[in-house]
């Protein structure tokens, strides 16, 4: 299971930390990824990490902005996000695979959070 945390209502130009608590089958997680949904889009890749934490993959639209992280030890995985828009306004899931995939594609993912609202006013 995945237990997603950290949202919220922030100003434009402000900080947000996302977490994400894996529990149960842990050891079986490889990688992790941060997705997106905004009402009426659909959910969107924002950024994945391996299951050693040595490759990380973002959007173009959060590079430079937002940074991924994760402690295997604490099965969690955190999400720093900087400098945010309005346009990051939506709900954040986090999202567990059981084996090396496309972090990307969310159809791959085996296991999803139950989602974090993040709100950003301008």
């Known amino acids: 299971q995945l237990q997603a945390s950290g949202g919220g209502l922030v100003q434009a130009g402000g900080s947000l930390r996302l977490s994400c608590a894996a529990s149960?089958?842990?050891?079986?997680?490889?990688?992790m990824g941060w997705f997106r949904q905004a009402p009426g889009k659909e959910r969107e890749f924002v950024t994945g990490?391996?299951?050693?934490?040595?490759?990380?993959y973002y959007a173009d639209s959060v590079k430079g902005r937002f940074t991924v992280s994760r402690d295997n030890a604490k099965n969690t995985v955190v999400l720093q996000m900087n400098s945010l828009e309005p346009e990051d306004t939506a709900v954040y899931y986090c999202?567990?695979?059981?084996?090396?995939?496309?972090?990307?594609?969310?159809?791959?993912?085996?296991?999803w959070g139950q989602g974090t609202q993040v709100t950003v006013s301008s």
């Open positions: 149960g089958r842990t050891f079986s997680i490889y990688s």
């Open positions: 999202a567990a695979a059981t084996r090396p995939i496309s972090m990307t594609i969310p159809r791959l993912y085996d296991t």
């Open positions: 990490i391996s299951r050693s934490g040595s490759k990380t």
